[in-house]
């Protein structure tokens, strides 16, 4: 059974940091590139940041960049996502999947505010 | 940066009547490989989102085959042949076809019952 169980989500002031991680099983985790997508409350879908399966390519939303860094560590089935410099606008439940198959976690929410 | 635009952005529908959600990308979505990677994703009220087709046409195992895609290029379409109660939610399509560095989700499209 395939698994994605998203954690390190909390309510946290703005200007400080989070980490967030992605724990996958039931499919081959270094087959595929994983990507976070984020929503916020009562919003759509926004892709926040991905990672090729060898890290080799990476890349972020402008919103995001410059203070997220995606990463993963293939040996443990898991990815990363460090977030500095928190906003309001970072508020949102982050999921991790790989989208090109139909995998997805619960997602973890992020609560940035004073 | 690749733009998705989707319409419309409610779409209200009587239950066993036909659906259809157009989406459009600012850039040509045929990728040097021959493929599209033009992606829709369902999410239903409270739920995390669930692929229903992939590469323009192709249904995910499970999705009922009163889903369909179809389109090219820069223009694609979403079509629900009888709409369901069940049906009721937002649906977004994707591009993933200029990925790296970017994926981008279009605006959602919400299906709800008249």
């Known amino acids: 059974e395939v698994q994605l169980v998203e954690s390190g989500g909390g309510l946290v002031q703005p200007g400080r940091s989070l980490r967030l991680s992605c724990a996958a099983s039931?499919?081959?985790?270094?087959?595929?590139?994983m990507h976070w997508v984020r929503q916020a409350p009562g919003k759509g879908l926004e892709w926040v940041s991905g990672i090729s399966w060898n890290s080799g390519s990476i890349g972020y939303a402008d919103s995001v960049k410059g203070r997220f860094t995606i990463s993963r560590d293939n040996a443990k089935n898991s990815l990363y996502l460090q977030m500095n410099s928190l906003r309001a606008e970072d508020t949102a439940l982050y999921y991790c999947?790989?989208?090109?198959?139909?995998?997805w976690g619960q997602g973890t929410l992020v609560t940035v505010s004073s | 940066d690749v733009v998705m635009t989707q319409s419309p952005l409610s779409l209200p529908v009587t239950l066993g009547q036909p659906a259809s959600i157009s989406c459009r990308s600012s850039q040509s979505l045929v990728h040097s490989d021959g493929n599209t990677y033009l992606n829709w994703f369902q999410q239903r009220p409270g739920q995390s989102p669930r692929r229903l087709i992939y590469?323009?046409?192709n249904r995910d195992s499970g999705v009922p085959d009163r889903f369909s895609g179809s389109g090219s290029g820069t223009d694609f379409t979403l079509k629900i042949s009888r709409v369901e109660a069940e049906d009721v939610g937002v649906y977004y399509c994707?591009?993933?076809?200029?990925?790296?560095?970017?994926?981008?989700f279009g605006g959602g499209t919400k299906v709800e019952i008249k």
């Open positions: 994707m591009q993933g076809t200029h990925w790296p560095p970017k994926l981008t």
């Open positions: 999947a790989p989208l090109n198959r139909d995998y």
């Open positions: 590469k323009v046409s």
């Open positions: 039931g499919f081959t985790f270094d087959d595929y590139a």
